[in-house]
């Protein structure tokens, strides 16, 4: 039997719909409209296009959405005060640089200097050590999103062995650290780890974050598995096309997966509907205010 696909883009419309809902009560009950202010350096056409797309979802759910484009050859400097000034904005709730970043620019200053209060991507070292202590932060939107469809796919997590490929700042770390929240059982496996199908072939929760395409071999999963596939990579698909695979291969997994998500239309919908709910947070925690009901 064929595993049951875990339909992301669905999920991300139903988050997006609930976030629009209660943007739409704080704007009635108390006057406040949040604010995401997403700046980005140069014209790589997947980031404009990611952006574009923050924007639209962003206005879609009656926030305001501030787009703010610099050209490649932007300072350090520059982009700095764009953002103390954004800091020091009360109608801007979340700030967001698009990454990567020209090499000239140094990334993690740029992160630094973002308000913890209003880094909605999560990657901020607050907003990192709130997560590793269990305290009230941002968590980046990927992970964050994961661990909602593996709620809605399994319920209670509490228990299960769950293994996460790749160890990136954006996904692999914040993703055991909620992993680990939800009293799973974490291993956390690399490009140094030995023997990753046997490690793979214990998880009855398998996250695949490491961008190289269909490397999980569907004899590597557990049977009854649920696979959380965050990989999105183009490959060739003859006669001058190209298609998106994701780090798992799907069609074999799902032979033997109980719950697998889809590349495109599993994981990637949900980070643009994460970061509008953590605008919203942002926006309800600087007012003093509960999420509306």
Request: charged share 20%; glycine share 10%.
């Amino acid at each position: 039997m064929s595993a049951a696909t875990i339909d992301g883009k669905a999920f991300a419309a139903g988050l997006r719909a609930e976030v629009a809902r209660r943007v739409a009560l704080l704007k009635e009950r108390h006057g406040l409209v949040p604010g995401l202010a997403v700046i980005l350096v140069g014209d790589d056409p997947a980031s404009q296009v990611y952006v574009r797309n923050k924007g639209i979802q962003t206005r879609e759910a009656g926030m305001r959405s501030d787009e703010i484009r610099l050209p490649a050859t932007t300072g350090e400097a520059e982009l700095l005060a764009h953002l103390h000034r954004l800091n020091a904005d009360p109608a801007i709730h979340g700030i967001l640089v698009q990454l990567p970043l020209p090499a000239h620019i140094e990334e993690r200053a740029v992160i630094a200097t973002i308000d913890p209060d209003k880094d909605v991507d999560g990657f901020h070292p607050v907003n990192v050590g709130r997560l590793s202590l269990g305290q009230p932060g941002f968590v980046p939107g990927t992970p964050k999103g994961c661990m909602k469809l593996l709620a809605a796919t399994l319920g209670d997590l509490s228990g299960r062995e769950a293994l996460v490929i790749g160890r990136s700042n954006i996904v692999g770390k914040p993703m055991a650290q909620l992993l680990l929240a939800a009293n799973c059982t974490v291993t956390i496996a690399h490009s140094r780890s030995r023997d990753l199908p046997a490690l793979c072939r214990r998880a009855e929760i398998l996250v695949a974050a490491v961008g190289r395409p269909e490397m999980v071999r569907g004899d590597w999963i557990r049977p009854g598995a649920s696979v959380i596939d965050v990989g999105v990579n183009r490959i060739a698909a003859g006669g001058g096309k190209t298609r998106l695979v994701g780090d798992v291969a799907f069609a074999e997994a799902r032979e033997v997966a109980a719950a697998i998500t889809p590349v495109p239309g599993g994981v990637g919908p949900m980070t643009i509907a994460c970061l509008l709910e953590n605008t919203l947070e942002a926006a309800c925690r600087k007012a003093g205010l509960p999420l509306p009901e």
